[in-house]
């Protein structure tokens, strides 16, 4: 997980005119991109696509010319996640249960909006789809631990099939933080904060490896 910006991002997202979408959970599922997809991620554009709904659902798209294994170890790296995650201010882990954790983070939310803290329930793994590398984080909000009423969603990376040497990454995240946002909060989120994550993960790459 990082739930950085996962969850101070999808915060900003509140007021639009989006298509409707309810959901209590998603399974991480891999898509092959269509050629159209395929063309604008390689020229290294990023794809946001918004959904209203309670709670309101955000999918990213990228193609990363980084391998699946050193994007995954990044994300996975909880403690770290501040050093290079927009908006987020305190991310820690609190607990390890076997292969879950119990993370606590704090993002940044523009005024007038109080700042969020929660805690997620956290899993991530390396493995294979299709025979190539990906890599999966998936998290949820534990109820009662801060000032949203929900969030959960993914992080799916898997080696491109047209090109071992980009990784095809998919950002989906789910979040009711329970308050109305400004409009002009929302046309900044669309606009630049869930490109930035993107960008901030491969910068964070880049000066890592």
Sequence with gaps: MT???RAGIVLLLLVGAWPTVVAATETPTYTPLSQEQAAELLEGEVIVELQRG????AETLALIHAPVRELGEIVADYDHATEWAPALTEQYIVEQQGDEYIIQATTEIPWPIADRRFQTRAQWEFTTIDGREAFVDQFEYIDGTGNIDDTFGYWLMVEYADDPEYTHLKYVVYADPGIAVPAFIV???TRNALPDVIEALVE??????
């Design 3 to 5: 739930f950085d910006t």
């Design 54 to 57: 309670n709670p309101l659902r």
């Design 187 to 189: 046309r900044w989120a």
């Design 204 to 209: 964070r790459h880049d000066a890592q490896y």
